[in-house]
């Protein structure tokens, strides 16, 4: 499975941004689609996990201000990332683990805050 993160840019801080991920298959069968970060100098974090179930999981710095989806029409996942911080700023990368515990990344998109 190949993966195209899209969306990030340049943003004033209390902005918004919605990052795309779009898968070259259907992700029906895929178990687990996410959102990871990591700032310059930092580790690769998780910001937000959606589970086949429905299921959603935020990282603390991000609740009520970011939102995961997924749309499996059009194979893509999104993250809806509202009321921007500085310290939002990173590379976004997407990932998903099908049910046969595969693990993909995609490569990543800029999202810079500031002002």
């Known amino acids: 499975v190949q993966l195209q993160a899209s969306g990030g840019g340049l943003v004033q801080p209390g902005g918004s941004l919605r990052l795309s991920c779009a898968a070259s298959?259907?992700?029906?069968?895929?178990?687990?689609m996410s959102w990871y970060r990591q700032a310059p100098g930092k580790q690769r974090e998780p910001v937000a996990i959606?589970?086949?179930?429905?299921?959603?999981s935020y990282a603390d710095s991000v609740k009520g201000r970011f939102t995961i989806s997924r749309d499996n029409a059009e194979n893509t996942v999104y993250l809806q990332m509202d009321s921007l911080k500085p310290e939002d700023t990173a590379v976004y990368y997407c990932?998903?683990?099908?049910?046969?515990?595969?693990?993909?990344w995609g490569q990543g998109t800029l999202v810079t805050v500031s002002s």
């Open positions: 298959r259907s992700i029906n069968s895929i178990y687990v």
């Open positions: 990932k998903i683990i099908d049910y046969g515990a595969h693990t993909y």
């Open positions: 959606i589970i086949s179930s429905g299921s959603i």
